[in-house]
Structures are given as structure tokens and as C-alpha cells.
């Protein structure tokens, strides 16, 4: 089993919808969570870094943690075409730089 | 530079080729890293480097595999006797802070490799 799961999708919803995107992980020793946003054949970007349980907001996105439950979460509200994309949950342990450890990655398609 | 820059992009090798896969970080940035990409699949470290010293390479995945940063700036990846199954996009990343939990990484492009 890996350390984290991440649902491959693909996950299709129409513009303007609001999307949910989750990964559950089993190493309890991780507490720094991010999102990346990986367009087709381009390197991973970060939308959306936390350390702590509860909900951080930036624009248009919400990341939640759950630490009780393993549990994180990226919402995108008011989706646009331009956020079909591949989002990755990735987590990292404190005292190991970034190395982090990705889900497999979420593919979205946003469609007019 | 504007961001994190890899050369060569796409790359084609006959099994048991050598190949060399280049970095050029973010001027300044100390810390940089390898991730392996395959299809369909998250990025999974490789190894770390923090200037020209290489602090983790635990996740490279055999001896084959060997990275160098000798100037604590550009850096190299090379792949002796490729396999197939090492066909995958290889990801380069820099970040400003030594060790910095808190410092954001900043990806390349990658190289995809195809091992035929």
C-alpha cells in the first residue's frame, strides 16, 4: 500500500462547477502538505501549502486538512477550462528539505 | 534564470546506452533535487543536494544511476546501461533554503527518456 492515495480520475465536471480533490495518506509523521498543479508535459507548480489541520484559502482554491483523519482536500471553486490539469497532493516530514512523497495525481478536465 | 531549466527535453537511448540528463537551477537557489516521473504516476525523489554536496540519495533506484552537482550550481544525471524501465520523465527542482520546510519548489520542465 503506498503512503499516499491520490484518486487517478480522470474527473470531468463543466465550468463553473466547484471540484473537490482529496488523498488520504498513512504516515502520521507527515505535517507538511502541499498542491501541485501539473499541466500536459510541463513540471509540477504549487498552488496551495499547509501545515496544519483546518482550511487555508487562496482565491479560487480551499486546501483542508485533516491530520486526525489523514485526510486532505483541494477545493476549486468557479472552475475555468484553464485549470484542466494533473493536481498532486504531495507531504513532507519535518527535518527532510522538500523531500516530499506525491499521490499518483488527479486528472481534471473542465469543460465549456 | 527565469526558472528551472533541463536539458536535454526529450531523450531516446537503445537499451544499455549512457545517458546524461542536465539541471540548471535557479541562480542562488542551494538546494536542489531529482524526481523520477512515470507515466501516470506521482514524481518520486531521487536524491538531494544541498550546494555541491549530496545529502540524500537514498532513492535512487540502483547503482546505475549516479548525480553530481560539482559547483553547487548545474547538475547532472546520468544513467549508465539504460533499462527499460527506466523510460520516464525526469524532473529537476531547486529551492532557496538549505533544508527549508517552509521554501517552495521550484520544478523544470523534465526530460522524458525513452529506453528502446
Known amino acids: 500500500q503506498k503512503e499516499v492515495e491520490q484518486d487517478p480520475g480522470p474527473l470531468s465536471v463543466p465550468e463553473g462547477a466547484i471540484v473537490s480533490l482529496n488523498c488520504t495518506y498513512s504516515?502520521?509523521?507527515?505535517?507538511?502538505f502541499m498542491w501541485y498543479r501539473q499541466y500536459s508535459r510541463k513540471g509540477p507548480e504549487l498552488l496551495m501549502y499547509?501545515?496544519?489541520?483546518g482550511n487555508k484559502e487562496d482565491g479560487r482554491f480551499t486546501a483542508q486538512v485533516d491530520k486526525s483523519s489523514k485526510y486532505i482536500s483541494l477545493f476549486i471553486r468557479d472552475s475555468q477550462p484553464s485549470d484542466s490539469a494533473t493536481y498532486l497532493c504531495?507531504?513532507?516530514?519535518?527535518?527532510?528539505?522538500?523531500?516530499?512523497?506525491f499521490g499518483t495525481g488527479t486528472r481534471l478536465q473542465v469543460t465549456l | 534564470g527565469a526558472g528551472v531549466s533541463q536539458s536535454p527535453r526529450y531523450k531516446v537511448a537503445k537499451r544499455g546506452q549512457d545517458v546524461a540528463l542536465r539541471c540548471d537551477p535557479i541562480?542562488?537557489?542551494?538546494?536542489l533535487f531529482w524526481y523520477q516521473q512515470a507515466l501516470g504516476q506521482g514524481p518520486e525523489f531521487l536524491t538531494y543536494?544541498?550546494?555541491?554536496?549530496?545529502?540524500?540519495k537514498s532513492g535512487l533506484p540502483s547503482d546505475r544511476f549516479f548525480a553530481e552537482r560539482p559547483e553547487g550550481s548545474v547538475s547532472t544525471l546520468k544513467i549508465q546501461r539504460t533499462q527499460q524501465e527506466d523510460s520516464a520523465v525526469y524532473l529537476c527542482?531547486?529551492?532557496?533554503?538549505?533544508?527549508?520546510?517552509?521554501?517552495?519548489?521550484?520544478f523544470g520542465n523534465g526530460t522524458r527518456l525513452t529506453v528502446t
Open positions: 527542482a531547486s529551492s532557496l533554503a538549505p533544508r527549508g520546510n517552509n521554501s517552495p519548489l521550484h
Open positions: 504516515n502520521s509523521a507527515f505535517q507538511y
Open positions: 499547509t501545515y496544519s489541520s
Open positions: 504531495a507531504m513532507t516530514t519535518p527535518g527532510t528539505a522538500s523531500k516530499l512523497t
Open positions: 541562480s542562488g537557489h542551494v538546494s
Open positions: 543536494f544541498q550546494n555541491e554536496a549530496q545529502l540524500d
